[in-house]
């Protein structure tokens, strides 16, 4: 693919996404990178209508295939959440530290061995042909109650990933990139791209 446009400003995400794409698209841009791209109201039920809506209005503003992720952790105990309010859980102005510190109070009367929980990613592709595709990934782990780890982002510190001894902030990015959910739904994601062989542009 020659051109891409990734809908988000996340710069954690960003760099994600052009490690997962390397070799695969030519020309990768970011929303931060597009003069007068307004900021996507999030006010979708599921991740799949989120993410659908950033990349309409990505692919629209800017006239080439576009690629939008919502993703969240949701935490079975707490019947989901924080789900698709995963990035503003502590508000509209919270950060990460105010995330995590929220999902902790949240967790505080719920022991470690029943805070089963999950990372999920909805990909969505469009295109200014009018294609659009979903891509679902999702990891499974345990909240801890304590953060560990110096990598990733949002709630990475305190997600245990199954089959790891680690958090997902402890996982060096190669590793995060293979087992991670925004991985797993790229996969499917770059499995549809050279399947199609459309020549997008």
Request: some cysteine; glycine content about 10%; charged content about 25%.
């Amino acid at each position: 693919m020659k051109r891409l446009v990734v809908a988000t400003r996340n710069k954690g995400k960003i760099k994600e996404i052009t490690a997962l794409l390397s070799g695969l698209v030519e020309s990768l841009s970011s929303a931060a990178e597009l003069v007068g791209f307004p900021e996507t109201v999030e006010d979708g039920n599921t991740f799949e209508e989120n993410a659908l809506k950033k990349a309409r209005e990505a692919c629209l503003f800017s006239g080439v295939p576009a690629l939008a992720d919502d993703s969240g952790l949701v935490v079975e105990a707490l019947g989901g959440g924080p789900g698709v309010h995963s990035a503003r859980y502590a508000g509209a102005d919270g950060d990460d530290a105010a995330n995590n510190a929220h999902l902790l109070a949240a967790c505080r009367d719920i022991p470690e061995q029943s805070r089963q929980a999950a990372f999920v990613s909805v990909l969505a592709f469009v295109t200014p042909q009018g294609d659009e595709q979903l891509f679902t990934g999702r990891v499974t782990g345990h909240i801890i109650s304590e953060g560990r780890g110096e990598g990733g982002f949002g709630y990475d510190p305190l997600f245990l990933v199954d089959g790891f001894d680690r958090t997902m902030a402890e996982l060096t990015l190669e590793e995060k990139n293979s087992v991670s959910h925004r991985a797993r739904a790229f996969v499917q994601f770059k499995e549809y791209l050279m399947a199609c062989n459309k020549g997008l542009s």
